[in-house]
Every structure is written in structure tokens, then in C-alpha cells.
């Protein structure tokens, strides 16, 4: 595959554009955009292709896949990536499409692990092949995974994935289990009608199992087979749902914990998660930036605004360049989404190719 693993001697901090707004030049600062958030996530869409096919993911007309040459290379991703960890980038996240089924994943992942300055590199995985890729994965550096998981029962898994897969993921997360993996995370994206009679099961697992079991509001991303505001079911919601397991107590967040808000059940080994995108925007605490499957940087999930950096790759460009693209793209960073349950606002792009 040929990756490259020099470090680029243009990768190292450099001057900033603007002293005045940027604080991310120096060795242990990092950027801050225009409403002083700290930018230090990256969370990277290897792939737009999957091996399921979710209803809620997947556009109404059938997807159009990249094609190899389409998809940033692992090369170009590295790349990237050593930029963003000059810039204050510290964490990231491996998403897709589904990022097992991209060739040679595991070496890139451990290409990904030498760069001096990345400290945390996590997966999110639907877990159909996890069983075989886990022990492969925490030996290429990765320890912490999201596995997606939208029903426990077998007949509805293959109804909303179109895979009768259920017990190969299962079988994935026990691996998981068994080899240390901490956090597990399990996501649970809500669908009322759906899966909102299996809310109770879920939460029950956390009783006994080290699992963190996170319930996602659906978000109208692009056009999904699924999308209709009638499946949108709020957080709150949710809560009052799951209320005859226990009471929840909260458990305080830590450094890097995304924007779930996380509570246990007394005595429970595991805890729930709420992330809440459309009832509670967790805008003003946003640390994230996503690089598209072909290679467009987007600083909000739910805004179409990106900055095409594959074109800039491919044409000479050098990394002062492509910082300074990266650095425009933060300080573009809008306040916050338009996204409500009545419509997909400004958010038209494909699911996969964004990475979620
Ligand atoms: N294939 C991997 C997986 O299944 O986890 C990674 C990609 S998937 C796009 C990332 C996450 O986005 C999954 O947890 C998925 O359930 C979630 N997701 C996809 N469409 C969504 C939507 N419209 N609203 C909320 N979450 C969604």
C-alpha cells in the first residue's frame, strides 16, 4: 500500500493568519475558532461504502458509491491528519460508510498510531466484522470503540440493516468484551415505531453489562429512506421511557467525553448516554471537525459548508496550504445548526460520506 510514515517537514506549527483569533500555533495550545471553541477532534469517513444497508442512512434513490480514486487515499489522509495534530488535534475518529470493509485498514490505523501528537484514536463500527478485526485493532493502537446497535432482536436488526447480521455484531462485541475494549459503546439511534419498544432493553443491559448504551435522536441527514418527523422521538422522551429500570443519577463528564449526557442507574455496572442534537444543541461546546470519504473538511455536521481539501492534495499544494485551508475552514465554523424535526435544513449530504 505504500504508506508513507516520514512526517512531513511542513507539518510543524506554523504562523498563524490571524494572531488575533487563533491560539493553536504554539506546542500544547490549540486552534479556537471564532466563538472560542477549541477544535482538537477530527473524525474521519474512510469510506462511504457499507456492508449494511440502514434504512435511516442509506438515501431514498440508492447510493452512489465513491470510487477508489474518488476516496481520499490513506496517504492523503495521513497527511491530513499530521496537519490537523500541528494544529492542536489530539483525538480521532475512524467512521464511514463502514470503516472495516475500506482494504488494509489495519495498516493504516497503525500508520495513524505513529504520529507524534495523536493521543486518542477511536472507531465506530456497525460490528459485522469486528469479531475477527478486534484483537487486529488494539494492536494497531486502537482501544476505544462505538459500536452501532439499533435492536437486540434478530428479525428487526435485519429489517432496518437489511443484513441478517445480528449475531455476528453480537458475537463482535462480545470479542470486545473479552479482550478489554473500554469504553464499549453501544448507539442506539431512536426511531419511534421502530425500536422505541426495546428502549427498556437496552437501558436494562447497562444493569449488568460494562456497556455505555448511548440513545441518539434521529437526525433528517440528507434524504433517508427512513426520514419522517413522525420517527423523531426527543431524549427527554427517551428518559421517560426507560424510568420504570430506576432513577438515573448523572455521572459527571471528563475530559473528551463527547456530548452525550451520561447517567448510571444505582448499583448499574454500565450507564446510558443522551445525545441530543436536535432537542438540545450542544453547539457552543462543538470541538469537532469531519473530513469527508472524498476529502472535504466540514466543520458542522449539519451544514453543507466544506472546504474541498482532495483538490488542493492532488495539485501541489503544500502544507502551509493546506493548513491554511484547514485554519479558513475552523474559523467558518458556524455558531450553530438550523437543523429542527420539521426538515433537514441546511444538511443535504450523504450520511456515509459524512461519517456521523
Ligand atoms: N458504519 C459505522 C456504524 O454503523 O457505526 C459508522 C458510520 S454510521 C454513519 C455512524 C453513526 O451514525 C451510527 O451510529 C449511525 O447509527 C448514526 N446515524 C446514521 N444516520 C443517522 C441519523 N439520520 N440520525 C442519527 N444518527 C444516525
Known sequence: ?????????GTQPAVAPSESVLSGQTKGERLTDMFARSISYLRISLTDHC????????????QVKLTSEELLSYEEILRVVRIAVSLG??????????????????????ALAEIPGLTDIRLTTNGVL???????LQKAGISKLNISLDTL?????????????????????????????????????????VNDDEF????????TEPLQIRFIE?????????????????????????????????????????PARIYRFSGAVGSVGFISPISHH???????????????????????????????????????????????????KPKGHTISPDGPGNCHGQMSRIGG
Open 218 to 258: 434521529f437526525m433528517p441527514i440528507g434524504v433517508s429512506a427512513l426520514w419522517d418527523k413522525g420517527k423523531y422521538i426527543s431524549s427527554q422522551e427517551i428518559k421517560e421511557l426507560i424510568k420504570p429500570v430506576g432513577p438515573l443519577e448523572p455521572v459527571p463528564a471528563k475530559h473528551m467525553d463527547g
Open 282 to 332: 450542544f453547539c457552543d461546546r462543538c470541538n469537532r471537525l469531519r473530513l469527508t470519504s472524498e476529502g472535504r473538511l466540514r466543520s458542522c455536521l449539519l451544514s453543507d459548508q466544506e472546504t474541498d481539501l482532495k483538490e488542493s492534495l492532488r495539485n501541489g499544494a503544500t502544507d502551509s496550504a493546506i493548513r491554511e485551508l484547514m485554519v479558513a475552514t475552523i474559523l467558518n
Open 89 to 110: 488535534i489530539e483525538k480521532v475518529r475512524l467512521t464511514g460508510g463502514e470503516p472495516l470493509v475500506r482494504r488494509d485498514v489495519l495498516t493504516f490505523i497503525k
Open 130 to 136: 469486528l469479531a475477527d478485526y478486534a484483537e487486529a
Open 200 to 207: 427498556i432493553d437496552f437501558a436494562r443491559l447497562t444493569l
Open 1 to 9: 500500500m505504500g504508506i508513507n510514515h516520514k512526517r512531513d517537514a
Open 51 to 62: 456492508n449494511l444497508r440502514c434504512q435511516y442512512c442509506s438515501p431514498q434513490e440508492g
Open 153 to 193: 432482536r434478530p428479525e428487526r436488526f435485519q429489517q432496518i440493516t437489511g443484513v441478517d447480521a445480528f449475531a455476528r455484531v453480537w458475537a463482535g462485541i462480545s470479542k470486545a468484551r473479552e479482550l478489554g475494549f473500554s469504553p464499549i459503546k453501544l448507539n442506539v439511534v431512536a426511531l419511534k415505531g
